[in-house]
């Protein structure tokens, strides 16, 4: 299911995916609006699934043909979803009776999504800790910081004070990397693109029709070496794709970057699971190169100023060395 559509429940053993019907399919019947909504499957095999008791309507059996009313709960346990591998060795850097700080690595979701469900970290951190709120967002293949509460009320209160005042990440990108960057301005939907999600970072306000968002970054550079360079992004908003498609808009791609790389084709690839051995090879590295490097917050309770670093990991670092 369409993780923007169907919301993953908190089972740690039973994956449980629920959505409520609003006017958008009301008045369709179940079949139907799965298979036109969903269409990674047929209308055969929704009603096969439906039928075998996968999905449920409001709590019960229904056959595929019934229709939907406004409000309805659509709830569907699947079966065969069988998950990828995924880097499991997260650490724990900093952890007190509310709180934790994560250093997550490449190539792990944070939340479920997808195929994936037992291979993230909410799963793992839900296993280990029982109720955990995770308060920002990484890329699956984006690796480092992030900060977690374990209970519902230290979540609330994370939420509620604000408590993220600077994240810094660190990129490896293609070039050499100048002058610092005041990157203040908006993202935009690429028209060059083929990929729908893909944006591109621009300094004037656009003036065509069109959804955009303000971005704000600062970028600095790190180290030169081997063609490449480490740059340091400071976000101080927090978009989709911000700090990935700022540096592609700049000229400096991000090493391993699938969309926002050398070659966009690689991404279209990837999700026909279509990449080829030489693919792997011209991206030199297996995931995007980058990390959450520093993460700087005001503890929700005691309310000291706290800054808690995780180094670049060996395979990024070893672009720039020149080992890899």
């Keep these: 299911m369409d993780n923007k559509e169907m919301k993953n429940c908190g089972n740690l053993d039973q994956r449980i995916i629920r959505t409520t019907c609003d006017w958008s399919c009301a008045g369709q019947q179940l079949a139907s609006y799965l ?3 969903f269409t990674y499957r047929t209308l055969e095999e929704w ?6 008791g996968e999905i449920t309507l409001n709590g019960k059996m229904v056959s595929p043909d019934t229709v939907l009313q406004l409000h309805d709960q659509i709830e569907y346990k ?4 069988v998950e990828p591998a995924a880097d499991l060795n997260y650490s724990i850097i900093y952890e007190d009776e509310n709180y934790l700080v994560v250093n997550k690595p490449g190539n792990l979701c944070v939340h479920p999504a997808g195929p994936f469900f037992k291979h993230t970290l909410w799963h793992l951190l839900a296993s280990k800790y029982g109720d955990i709120h995770l308060a920002s967002r990484l890329d699956r293949e984006t690796s480092g910081l992030l900060l977690a509460a374990k209970n519902k009320l230290a979540a609330s209160r994370m939420a509620k004070k604000n408590v993220i005042i600077r994240k810094e990440y660190l990129s490896v990108v293609h070039g050499s990397f100048g002058e610092d960057v005041e990157a203040k301005g908006f993202l935009v939907s690429d028209p060059d693109s083929s990929v729908r999600k893909k944006r591109r970072f621009v300094f004037d306000m656009p003036q065509e029709k069109g959804t955009f968002e303000s971005a704000h970054t600062t970028l600095s550079c790190v180290k030169r070496a081997n063609g490449f360079s480490v740059v340091s992004a ?7 794709h911000q700090i990935r498609s700022t540096l592609f808009s700049l000229g400096f791609p991000v090493a391993g970057d699938k969309l926002y790389g050398v070659d966009e084709t690689m991404f279209l690839r990837q999700s026909r699971d279509e990449l080829t051995a030489e693919d792997w090879k011209n991206l030199l590295i297996s ?7 520093s993460l700087e917050i005001i503890h929700p309770d005691s309310r000291e100023q706290m800054e808690f670093t995780s180094p670049l990991p060996d395979e990024l670092s070893e672009l720039v060395s020149g080992d890899k």
Aim: charged share 25%; glycine share 4%; net charge positive.
């Design 78 to 81: 699947p079966r065969d979803i």
């Design 35 to 37: 298979a036109s909504r």
């Design 287 to 293: 995931r995007q190169a980058l990390h959450s490097s």
């Design 234 to 240: 400071i976000a101080h908003t927090g978009r989709m």
């Design 47 to 52: 009603c096969c699934r439906i039928d075998s």
